[in-house]
């Protein structure tokens, strides 16, 4: 994701109430899971360090249960089917439906 859609993100999660940590990468986004023990966690697909996959896989292995959303602008290189594989619990394609993005977050 660009860091002005990381901002939106926040700032609509956050308006409607939502407490947000931001990772710059996959790798950062494990240490700060473990850091600050989040409900869920929204990754893009095409993350510098460890992919939207890598680190789904990586944070299911740990904590099964654990939700993941994803974010994608790649969905021509990955089918449906690959990305869910991954154990992620929902996937969006870009551009973002925000509404649909906020009954996600709201029902994990």
Sequence with gaps: MTMSTVIFLRDVLESHGFNVREAENGEEAVATRKEYKPH????????????????????????PQFPVIMITGYAKFYSPEDILASGVDAFLQKPLDINKLLDLVGQL
């Design 40 to 63: 869920l966690a929204i990754v893009d697909l095409d993350m510098p360090k460890m992919n939207g996959i890598e680190f789904t896989q990586h944070v299911k292995k740990e904590t």
